[in-house]
RNA sequence: CGGGGCGUAGCGCAGCCUGGUAGCGCACCUGCCUUGGGCGCAGGGGGUCGGAGGUUCGAAUCCUCUCGCCCCGACCA
């Protein structure tokens, strides 16, 4: 039974997706600004939890944060050929500034390698300045055909790593690394959805790169959402700006830059992939507020007993636990409850008379793993005060373990294998496909017209031997996995 | 940008066809009452009906234009 004002995932996914992120107030239509959202503080309460993640493993592999202009001339954006022909379509331009017209227009980033590729042939000289490390966090603008609450916003948030490396072998080091030990380390554990790793068709590659890589997961209606990418672009934007250093014998080299970013799309998949029916679910490493306390009490005096007692318990919380203490008079225990849940609060812990004299608390889970909810509601334990910041991070820890369990389990059971073309149309309807893959651009340009979905990678983990593509019926290498995709 | 739907109080909607001084539920405010799963009762506040123009004695309602939102496609982090 779903909450009220709630739609139904089954009924209409897109609906439900809008009721979610409106039902726990993440964000506001920035309806002056087309195809903008407002990010409201529990929206942008995760952002924070994201970036933290993020910024630490960024940080622990050897990058360094800096930030570039928000506006790049015009002309930069023509420098690399397909670079352009991608990106042109989509960006907004500044044509006046100071009251005049601009002798060159500026165009509004939709992505940083032209202005950091500028900068950096300024700064690379020698093989000693490689690799050169650096990410950014930043905003980028693209105008998209269609918009959506963090999927797909005009302007979004993000971050964006530019390297330089002197080989290509350096380069290809590093758009991996970035891919396994940031990107996916943090969206399996931090956001506690499992990700496929693999690279990128040249149909979905990065406009300008060599290659990409990509991590994907699985939304609850078996479609693929991008969760990060990782480009190797060769030597792409060293030779459109420049960037060369002296090698160890003085000759002078063109160098091989990387790019890679994730962005606030990381919300929306943190809640499509996990919320459900009552409202938004967040795994607890990523949840603004992770424990709230719901006093509850009769009168004045019962209420000074119970708030001395949670004030107790949680004296000894603050730094280790997220916790947030709800004392609305007006409100009574019930709507609370549902409200909180709404909001994808991983726990709740009541405490009321009762429990002050018995030294205990009521816990209950946003979430449980091992059957189903009694009568709609979440079960409730009672557990000794004695104790209690250890055993709530005890289950925080479960839940989120137990979350990603789910959605592992979940994209297993939706994942299917096709021998040919009829069962990929028939199987991809319904999750990701795993098929043997040796047809050409123009074949997959030719499923997705006949089935909207795309190979969204060639998975870096394949079985050995070969097998018959799914589509031309040739002797096949790789296995690809198709999906229709956010 | 193509197809469809919709803009009326913070939210959800009725009223429009057949023009006549704008309504319902929830939320909000005040008081009393209540508080371990969306309390109750009483009183109250809140609207240039998305915007502009037109028809008319009179427009939320009819006509034209326009802006925006949602859904489905094509494009994408």
Redesign the pocket.
Known sequence: MA????TPRAK????W??DIV?GADLAD????????IVFKPTGYAIWEAIQRGLDERIKATGHVNAYFPLLIPKSFLMKEAEHVE?FA??VAEVTRAGGEELAEPYVIRPTSETIIGYFYAKWVRSWRDLPLLINQWANVM?W???????????E?L?QEGHTVHADHDDAERETLMILNEVYADFVEKDMALPVLRGIKTEK?K??GALR?Y?IEAMMQDGRA?????SHNLGQNFAKAFDITYADKNNQVQHAWTTSW??????IGATIMGHSDD?GLVLPPRLAPIQVVI?P?????AE?ATVMEAIDRITAEWRGKLRFHVDTR???????????W??KGVPL?M????????KQS??L?QRIIFDGPAIEG??P?S?VPQAGLAEHVTMLLEQIQQGLYQRALKFREEHTFKAANYDELKERVEKGFVRCWWAGSRHDE?QI??ET?A?IRVIPNEQPRGKGKCVYTGKEAEKIAVFA???
């Open positions: 909450k009220e004002g709630i209409d996914y897109s609906q997706y809008l409106r239509y920035a309806e002056v600004v087309r195809g903008c991608g379509p989509e693209r998209e055909m269609r918009t959506r609450p963090f999927l797909r916003t005009t979004f993000w979905e990065f406009a990409s990509a959402l991008q969760a990060g990418t970013g994730v962005s606030t799309r990381l009552d719901i509850i009490y009769k009168s004045d209420k008079d007006h409100l009574t225990p019930g709507f609370k409850f549902n409200e849940e709404i709740r009541e405490v009321g008379p009762k429990d002050v004299q608390v009521a209950a509601r979440k409730k009672f340009e997705q017209e909207k795309t229709r995709a956010y």
